[in-house]
């Protein structure tokens, strides 16, 4: 995406934003922390993001004649959420008048609640004062008497490959109210994102028949999210969902093959709000209606911009949640999955790349790989004793990526596995308390972690090249930058595995970086965090959308560089020097 | 002499470049013949690490640099065996690309390094390569096999095009196909009637000496 070229700088406080041509002053605003007052969320229609230009050229818009004088427009006098910037510009805020506001508490920061759905008296005439009228920005979306007005709420969701997962939001206090994770319908068409397209151009309608998999998959969340938390679907009055370019192309109806070959481009790559009712691209279907979202029949379905094919609206809700962005010292956010986004951000800008790392990390192409679901050896300790953590306690059933990891990680500290990944052989290894646990199967070694559990020479060698592909998209993208491991402040490990795996066997195998054991940090599923920040606040929301101007994308297939590091990231890190 | 052999084929396999290089220069000076020391000492030790590779005793960069190595004492060994007026083997060619669409060139490029050092004549067209281009170098270059890399499923149909166009162009059977990539499966190769397919760098070597057999 273009890089932002415009600076803006608010007074009194000094803040300054760099912003592309055409972002509002009140996006530019939220971008640099500085607070304007909007109830309306930047319609146009409260006039409260008053504000004054003191240098540069702002157009004025139509709407800023309902709020503000000619003498006012004259002496620089602007709304902010209808100001585009074309030029550097400095504006004087005034002090935001105080209101009370619930506050969520973000991963980085605290979130003030002030969503796009609102509450509001009706404007006289019509039915008269005992009716309420519930908007989704400028959308009315239902008008309901003064006594029986609901308890608003929305829906965040994560649109994944695999799984979809789901946030039940009150929108008045800010409170999560359910949440629950399903398994993508659209998995019956093929595990990961490729094979979803080929499946999509495999038959006619094929991209529509996905389509209705991932509505059915997120109708049969809503309802559960509603059940466990007592909410009336009914009440949902938005939904806002990230999730990966080719399921958000899918979502919308569109066919997502563009995605999947070179040049890998994306069809469409702004956010779009659509109705719930009726999710499609209009410009791409014209005609035909597309499926609905079982939530309010007038609801607002929103999704989040794409970086790229393989950096989509879940990596930009991640970047969103992390804050990575605006921070100045540099920090790395790695998603670890299937394709694994890697994203270094500092001081207004993020530089992100997707490696290819496959199934290893999810139990995948591993002997006696799983998922980690009940029965997974989650942690692995090899010391006198041979302790395993297994998720649900009972019997070990095989090695979920985090035991997969842990047990790879323990083989080298114990002395089983040399830098190269190779496994001694029992005869090289007399003397080692663990060396009668080698065995040889198929042909090929292994070491016996339980009874019927075994990690394979091969297994390894998976699990060294899932490393290698993350490694390599890490080196490249901090060379991209001139930023030494050192340097970084903090690496975010997202998603579900990142949150099992345990910091020292991550570095150990050069998973993340050499960086003090301190800074790496699990933060779960980001995505969700992300998506549920904008659905409780219009300026969290405008932040995050303005994240794809800030962004560069390094692709990494036919990146000259990819091979060699790839190659030389197989070779795990020095022991010694991890202490 | 044998006993040299051995050393040379022992450094090949821990990748000792300096090592190698020395057992080479010693086995021409005592006069071993060019044929072999490239045959019995290199080609073996690289099939042999083909071997580990596949149970995976040995591992990627290993291959890469022992491929490397080859590379250096076969240029050793190319001017006495010019001298030597002893028949050379013959040499086959192998046309090698990774198909339109696609990006990823590490496997196929592996392919290659193997390839060469059993003593295949490997021209590669690259990356992302239309279908008339593979047709049009296997017209011109005649080689007896053609290998088609793919890693996505959505490049995949263009190994199937491609063998179709070859037959349309008159080139087959005569050009062997054989297929590779992540995705790609024995199945597939039978299904789009390519000759042969392998799961890895040093399967393909071996399937590529089976069909020019």
């Known amino acids: ?579 | 002499m044998d006993e040299l052999l051995a050393d040379l084929r022992q450094a090949i396999l821990t990748q000792d470049e300096n090592g190698a290089l020395e057992v080479t220069r010693s086995l021409l000076e005592s006069g071993e013949s060019p044929r072999a020391i490239l045959e019995s000492g290199l080609a073996e030790a690289m099939l042999e690490l083909g071997r580990r590779w596949k149970c995976g005793e040995a591992f990627l960069p290993e291959v890469v640099v022992a491929a490397d190595i080859f590379a250096r004492c076969s240029e050793l060994v190319e001017p006495a065996l010019l001298e030597s007026q002893e028949a050379r083997a013959p040499s086959f060619r192998l046309v090698l690309a990774t198909v339109q669409g696609d990006l990823h060139d590490l496997g196929k490029n592996i392919v290659g390094a193997m390839a060469k050092t059993v003593g295949f004549d490997v021209h590669d067209l690259g990356k992302n390569v239309p279908v008339d281009q593979i047709v049009d170098a296997a017209r011109e270059l005649k080689p007896c096999i053609v290998g088609l890399s793919a890693l996505l499923t959505t490049t995949m149909p263009q190994q199937k095009n491609a063998v179709a166009a070859l037959e349309d162009a008159g080139l087959r059977p005569e050009v062997k196909v054989i297929v590779g990539g992540a995705p790609v499966t024995q199945e597939w190769a039978d299904e789009i009637g390519a000759d042969g397919y392998a799961p890895d760098a040093a399967s393909a070597t071996e399937l590529a000496l089976f069909l020019i057999d």
């Not at chain 1, 759905?117 to 009228?133: M, P």
């Not at chain 1, 908007?135 to 929305?154: E, L, M, T, Y």
């Not at chain 1, 592909?469 to 490249?476: D, G």
Request: glycine share 12%; with cysteine.
């Open chain 1, 1 to 579: 995406m273009g890089s932002p070229e415009l600076r803006v700088r608010f007074q009194p406080s000094g803040q300054e934003a760099r912003v592309a041509p055409g972002t509002t002053l009140l996006a530019a605003a939220h971008w640099a922390g500085t607070t304007v007052d909007s109830t309306c969320g930047g319609y146009g229609t409260c006039g409260l993001c008053r504000l004054r230009v003191l240098e540069g050229d702002v157009p004025a818009s139509p709407e800023d004649s309902q709020h503000i004088s000619r003498d006012e427009l004259a002496d620089g006098w602007r709304l902010a959420c209808r100001a585009e910037l074309e030029g550097d510009t400095v504006c004087q805020v005034p002090a935001p008048a105080e209101h009370p506001r619930s506050v969520v508490e973000g991963i980085q920061r605290a979130i003030a609640v002030e969503p796009r759905v609102r509450i509001e008296e009706l404007e006289s005439g019509g039915e008269g004062g005992d009716a309420k009228a519930i908007v989704c920005g400028s959308w009315q979306i239902d008008v309901i008497a003064n006594d029986r007005v609901p308890q608003p709420f929305g829906v965040a969701l994560d649109l994944g490959t695999s799984t979809v997962a789901g946030a039940l939001v009150d929108l008045v206090d800010g409170t999560i109210v359910a949440a629950a994770s399903i398994v993508n319908g659209q998995v019956a068409a093929g595990a990961d994102v490729i094979s979803r397209a080929a499946y999509a151009r495999s038959r006619p309608g094929g991209a529509l028949e996905l389509q209705g998999m991932a509505v059915d998959t997120m109708n049969q969340l809503v309802a559960r999210l509603g059940v466990a938390a007592s909410v009336f679907p009914g009440n949902v009055y938005e939904c806002v969902v990230a999730g990966n370019s080719i399921m958000l192309h899918l979502l919308l109806g569109v066919d997502p093959y563009p995605l999947s070959v070179a040049p890998f481009e994306t069809v469409f790559d702004e956010p779009l709000d659509v109705a719930a009712a009726d999710l499609r691209v209009d410009t791409v279907a014209k005609d035909r209606r597309g499926p609905q979202l079982a939530i309010h029949p007038q609801a607002r379905l929103q999704s989040f911009p794409m970086i790229g094919a393989y950096a989509g609206g879940d990596t930009v809700a991640g970047l969103h949640a992390t804050d990575i962005v605006r921070g100045d010292r540099p920090r790395l956010l790695i998603d670890l999955g299937t394709n694994t986004e890697v994203a270094l951000g500092y001081d207004g800008r993020v530089v992100v790349a997707s490696a290819p790392a496959g199934p290893a990390f999810e139990g995948g192409g591993v002997r006696c790989g799983m998922a980690a679901v009940e029965g997974a050896v989650a942690r692995v300790k090899l010391g006198p004793a041979i302790e395993l953590e297994v998720i649900g306690g009972g019997a070990p059933r095989g090695l979920c990526g985090s035991g997969l990891v842990d047990a790879v990680a323990e083989l080298r500290w114990a002395g089983l596995l040399d830098r190269s990944g190779r496994l001694g052989s029992a005869e090289e290894l007399t003397g080692n308390p663990l060396a009668d646990r080698l065995e040889e199967i198929e042909g090929a070694r292994a070491f016996r972690l339980a009874e019927g559990i075994y990690i394979g020479q091969r297994d390894i060698r998976e699990l060294q090249s899932a490393i290698a592909a993350v490694a390599a998209a890490v080196r490249i993208v901090l060379g991209h930058e001139k930023v030494e491991p050192h340097e970084l402040a903090d690496v975010y490990l997202a998603g579900s595995f990142g949150a099992a795996l345990d910091p020292r066997s991550a570095r150990s195998l050069g998973l993340v970086p050499p960086v003090s054991e301190n800074a790496v940090r699990g933060v779960g599923n980001a995505a969700i965090e992300g998506a549920k920040a904008a659905l409780l606040s219009f300026r969290e929301r405008e932040v995050a959308f303005q994240i794809p101007f800030h962004t560069e994308y390094l692709e990494l297939s036919g990146h000259p560089d990819f091979n060699d590091t790839f190659m030389a990231a197989m070779t795990f890190p020095d022991l010694e020097g991890l202490g």
